[in-house]
C-alpha cells in the first residue's frame, strides 16, 4: 500500500478529520508520504508510523496533556529516536503535566518536556525485593548472633558447674 489517506488514518486513529488538518497545519504530525503544503486539492497521505503518532498523540491529549506539551514532547522524541529502533519500542509515561521516555532497559525514565533531563525514578518493586533480601540477612544474622550467644552461655553454665 502507497499510504493512507486522512479519511483512511481517521478512521484507524479515531481523529477527526479537523484534528488531523490542525496537526499538519501546526507542525505536531504530518503525513510523510505526502502533505497538501497548503495547496487545495492534494490528498494527504499518511505512513504506518504517522498512524501509530497520531494515536499517541491523540492518547496523550485524551489524558489531559495540552498541545504544546505534547509537541515538545513529540520533537524530543523525533529528535532523539533511534531510526533503527521501531516505534512500537518506545514507551511514555505521563503524569498529568509532564510527559517521559522510559530508557530501553527501564532503569530510568527521561523528561520528554525538558530535553531528555534525567528525572527521578523509583522502582518500587525493586526496592522492595532489596528491602526483604535485607530483612531476611538480618534474620539470618540475628539467629547466628543468638545462637553463639546461646553457645557462650551454655560455656559460661559448663565452667560454673565445674568450677562449682
Not at 479515531?14 to 486539492?41: E, F, M
Not at 510527559?99 to 525538558?114: G, H, M, N, Y
Not at 525514578?121 to 543468638?146: P, S, Y
Request: proline share 1%; glycine share 4%; charged share 30%.
Amino acid at each position: 500500500m502507497e499510504g493512507f489517506t486522512a479519511q483512511q488514518a481517521s478512521n484507524l486513529t479515531s481523529c477527526t478529520a479537523h484534528q488531523l488538518r490542525y496537526w499538519d497545519k501546526v507542525n505536531l504530525v504530518r503525513p510523510s508520504i505526502q502533505s497538501t503544503d497548503g495547496r487545495p486539492g492534494r490528498r494527504r497521505l499518511y505512513s504506518f508510523r504517522d498512524l501509530v503518532a497520531l494515536r499517541v498523540v491523540k492518547s496523550l491529549l485524551d489524558n489531559g496533556m495540552s498541545v504544546q506539551r505534547v509537541r515538545r514532547a513529540w520533537d524530543y522524541l523525533r529528535r532523539t529516536a533511534d531510526m533503527d529502533r521501531h516505534l512500537a519500542e518506545v514507551r511514555l509515561v505521563t503524569d498529568g503535566q509532564t510527559i517521559f521516555r522510559v530508557a530501553q532497559d527501564e532503569s530510568e525514565l527521561l523528561d520528554a518536556l525538558r530535553q531528555g533531563q534525567l528525572a527521578f525514578f523509583v522502582a518500587i518493586n525493586e526496592i522492595a525485593l532489596e528491602v526483604e533480601e535485607d530483612v531476611t540477612r538480618f534474620e539470618l544474622d540475628r539467629e547466628r548472633f543468638l545462637d553463639m550467644l546461646r553457645r557462650v552461655e551454655d560455656d559460661v553454665l559448663s565452667e560454673a558447674e565445674a568450677a562449682g
